[in-house]
Structures are given as C-alpha cells and as structure tokens.
C-alpha cells in the first residue's frame, strides 16, 4: 500500500503544505500568504498566531484536496517541517500567549546593539564557538533585544515564564499540545543559527550564554533532524507524528541531495541562501561566510556540516517592485521585462535593503541604484534585480573555493526565483559554471518530507532517497566569455562599495515608545 508524507513549509512571506509519495512525487499542496509587519524604517514582524494559523489552514486544505483524490488522512505516515530560520519569539510557558511579534530573521533594529556587543567581545571570540559573527540577522541579539526592550518578555524571563524559540519551536510546541504538554524542541540545523549553540558539541554553550545575558532556562531542548517529535495534537491529522525538522535552507541541501563533500545548491527565495556540503568536521570561514549544520538524520547518527553564503534581498526585490513601487502587476512579470533587454544600460541595483549579508557583514549599507539615465526603464531595473542576486552569488561562490579549496562545478538551483529562466540564464554567465535546475522547485519542502521520511522508515538510507523522484531537469550552460564575465563583476563590486555608510547618514530609531 503507497505511503505518503506531509510537509510543512513556513516560509517568510508564505506557507505551504504538501503532501509527497514515497517515490518523492509532489502529489498536492496548498499556499497561503500572511501579513508583513513593518512598524518602522528595518522593523520586520510577523503576528505568530499568523504563522500558526497560516500552517493549519494549509494542512486542513491539503489534506481534503488529498482526500479528493481518494485517500484517507491515515496514509500520511509523518510528517516534516522546514521553516524560515533565525526569526524569533518570545511567549509565556503558561499561558502559551506570545509576548511579541516574531521579529523576522531580515530585521536591522539591533544595529546599535550588535556594535555594543562587538566592542564587548575581548576574552570570547563568538564566531569561533557557534560559526556566526555578531550580526542582527541572528537570533541571539533579537532575545536580547525583547528582554532589554519589551516590560512583558523582561517580566516573564525574571519570572521563568518566558519560552524562547525559532519558528519551528513555535510550531512544534503549540502543534504537539502548546501548553497541554507541547514539545519544547528545535532542531540542530535551527539552534545552529542562534549564536546560542556551539557548533561543535552541538549544545547550548554556557559562554555564549553569558555573552549575551540569556538564561538557559528559556531554551529549547536541541535534537536531531529526522526522529519522532510527537503526534499532532489537532485537526484531520491528529495523531500523526511529527518526524522531520529542519531550517528551510538545509531542507533544500537535502531536498537537492547534497549528500557529498562539495555538493552545493543555491535557493533563490526571500534572500538567496547558497549551501555547500563539507562533511563531517566544520569549516570556520576566513572569508565572511557562515559555519552551520546541514543536517542530523538520527539522534545517533552523524552530523554534516555546511558552509553558508546569505544574501537579504532576493525575491524580496521582486516583491518590492511589484508591491512598493506597483513597476510590475504580478511576480513573473519581471522575467518578460527583463528578457526584453540585453543589458542593463549600466544600471546596478544593490538590494541592501537590511544591509548586506555574507561575504561583507555591512549593516550600515542600504539599497542603492547606481547609473541610473534618462534610457534607463522598468526594463533595465528589472534586469538589475536579477543580476544582482546573480552577482552577489559570484561573491560567495568565490568565497568558498577560498575557504574549502574545492572547486564548485555546477550548481543546483531552487526557490521562487529560479523559476525565471532569464535569471537562471544570467547567473550561469555571471559563475561561468552549469546552473541545474529540477523540475520539482520546492526543495525545502522535499528536504523536511526525506527527513520525516527516513526517521518513518520509508527510507532506510541516503541512496534509497537519492534514487527517488528523479524528473526532468533544466541546465543553463554560460555564454559571456570570460573577459564580459570579469568587466561585470568589476563593476558590480564598485556598486557595492557606494551602498556603504548609509546608516551614518540616516539613523532610525530603535526603541518602543
């Protein structure tokens, strides 16, 4: 009889549910949006009752649609979660009523203090202990942030009320019973990019802890990627273990089968996150990249290491000129634009608009559009959008043959975003390497299903998942010579240099009023 398995995707904008067989076949899903919260100039929030309700939502219309096909909810054998990683909340372990909006992994309102906290830093070196540098995208400054600024999370952390957790900690506390005995849990891959964990003992470091003046009792229990977390406690599916956790970009190494030593993928969503498998030691970056875990399958088992290239705006800049600037009607619509141009008239379009992530760390950079003309038209800045992701993911790339002394051949290619073939075209010419991209582009939700997968025993083994769902694949090989290549990134850097300082220039303000 066929197994199936669910998968929650709790994505930045969106969340998704879906449902795949034991081949690894898409067999349904259903997607809803959630509000974006901007209550000032960098603040991004999210209400977690969104987030929660958004995931439930999508379940109960994807298990009828599910149903519709002539199943039973009983066939999901499991089911995985990947989820947008650093975001952060606060809620009362009593009454299970967060005491903040989630502050998103994009926000920039612990600028002042991430400088504070980098001055601190004398006798502790934090990036060599966790992998990260002291930087806002983290979790680790947004804890102490709600506890210096919000009376509510301050209280309940003196009154050992307060649960701190990632979105999957969240979803797994309130999905498994909340405060009827919900499971205080987050994954290795999540707790990775907390600055709380060491990444090399994988616990919650007493060090770190100190540094930042958290208390240990409102941490969650860190575990493995693949292995039961406890039955669903609501609706149709009721009953059904939760087996798979893993941050979203992970999922997508996973879901991409990024089982080797060198194997990369890049997921063009929200940001663009490229991911490099690189064993089972971690390689701290000398480069501006971020150390984190890939991934745990088992309690026991080992544990994959990853290098890390984050780049903040990606989609998001898709988004912007749809939503903010109303240059575009709908998503797809930048793909035919900028298809109908050959160049960007010399246009480059810096979307710093949370600053600039890896390799630079810049939280004093903002967007920037330079070599703007009188020619220049929603074409050329369509274009820009594109290239930009493309050439920021040059800059990582590079980074990481410096780091890991491996050369990347191909990279594959995911995410909202890879769904333009324009885009897909541009950054093969931007490496000078194959881009591969599946026919199947949700890879984060691929990557929680093999997770819940493989701890239900449907997979026994990396190979059996490596030979699932092997479909259809689209390679954009490059055309730009090399000398085209090189002029371009040249520029795209100086472009890059002009986004810094802003921040010195314009300095919003931090605090509740």
């Not at 999508?58 to 909810?73: I, L, N, Q, T, Y």
């Not at 907390?194 to 229990?221: A, C, Q, Y």
């Not at 406890?230 to 087996?243: A, Y």
């Not at 929200?270 to 000398?286: C, D, H, Q, W, Y």
Request: with cysteine.
């Amino acid at each position: 009889m066929p197994k199936y398995i669910g998968a929650i995707d709790q994505g930045t904008t969106s969340t998704r549910f879906f449902i795949f067989d034991q081949a690894g076949n898409h067999v349904t899903s259903h997607q809803l949006e959630f509000e974006q919260i901007y209550p000032r100039p960098g603040w991004i929030e999210h209400d977690p009752y969104d987030l929660l309700d958004s995931v439930i939502r999508c379940a109960d219309e994807a298990v009828r649609k599910f149903g519709m096909m002539g199943h039973d909810a009983s066939d999901l054998k499991a089911v995985g979660i990947s989820n947008q990683r650093e975001t952060t909340l606060v809620w009362d372990r009593k009454t299970g009523e967060p005491l903040y909006n989630a502050i998103a992994w994009g926000d920039t309102r612990t600028n002042n203090l991430v400088k504070e906290l980098a001055e601190k830093q004398q006798d502790i070196n934090v990036q060599e202990i966790c992998g990260l540098p002291i930087h806002n995208y983290f979790s680790a400054v947004k804890v102490r942030w709600l506890m210096d600024r919000v009376p509510k999370v301050m209280h309940a952390v003196e009154n050992k009320r307060a649960m701190f957790g990632t979105v999957d900690t969240w979803l797994i506390w309130n999905l498994t019973g909340g405060i009827q005995g919900g499971k205080h849990i987050t994954d290795v891959t999540n707790a990775s990019r907390t600055m709380f964990m060491n990444l090399k003992t994988r616990e919650w470091d007493s060090r770190l802890l100190d540094f930042f003046g958290v208390p240990r009792h409102i941490l969650p229990t860190i575990v493995s990627s693949s292995e039961n977390y406890g039955d669903m406690q609501w609706g149709p599916l009721t009953g059904t273990p939760i087996m798979g956790c893993l941050g979203d970009q992970q999922a997508a190494l996973v879901g991409q089968k990024c089982f080797d030593v060198g194997e990369a993928k890049n997921t063009y969503g929200t940001g663009a996150f490229l991911l490099m498998n690189v064993g089972e030691e971690p390689v701290i970056s000398k480069t501006g990249l971020l150390s984190t875990v890939a991934y745990q399958f088992g309690q026991d088992a080992p544990v994959s290491y990853a290098l890390e290239g984050s780049i903040s705006v990606a989609g998001a800049a898709v988004k912007w000129l749809r939503d903010n600037l109303g240059m575009i009607q709908s998503s797809d619509e930048i793909d035919t634009l900028a298809s109908r141009v050959k160049t960007t008239g010399g246009v480059f379009f810096v979307t710093a608009f949370s600053g600039l992530f890896a390799p630079y760390w810049r939280d004093d950079s903002r967007g920037t559009l330079v070599g703007l003309t009188q020619y220049t038209d929603k074409r050329h800045i369509s274009r820009s959008v594109l290239e930009a992701v493309s050439l920021s993911t040059r800059t990582i790339l590079d980074s990481m043959k410096t780091d890991s002394d491996v050369a990347i051949k191909f990279l594959k290619a995911d995410g909202g975003m890879s769904n333009s073939d324009t885009c897909m075209q541009i950054q093969a010419d931007v490496l000078g390497i194959p881009v591969i991209r599946p026919s199947m582009r949700n890879t984060t939700a691929l990557g929680a299903a093999y997770a819940a997968g493989y701890a239900a025993g449907i997979w026994r083994s990396f190979d059996e998942i490596r030979n699932t769902s092997i479909v259809r694949e689209d390679i954009f090989s490059p055309r730009w010579n090399e000398d085209e290549r090189e002029r371009k990134y040249k520029q795209w850097e100086e472009a890059v240099q002009r986004s810094f300082g802003w921040t010195d220039v314009y300095k919003p303000a931090d605090r509740i009023l």
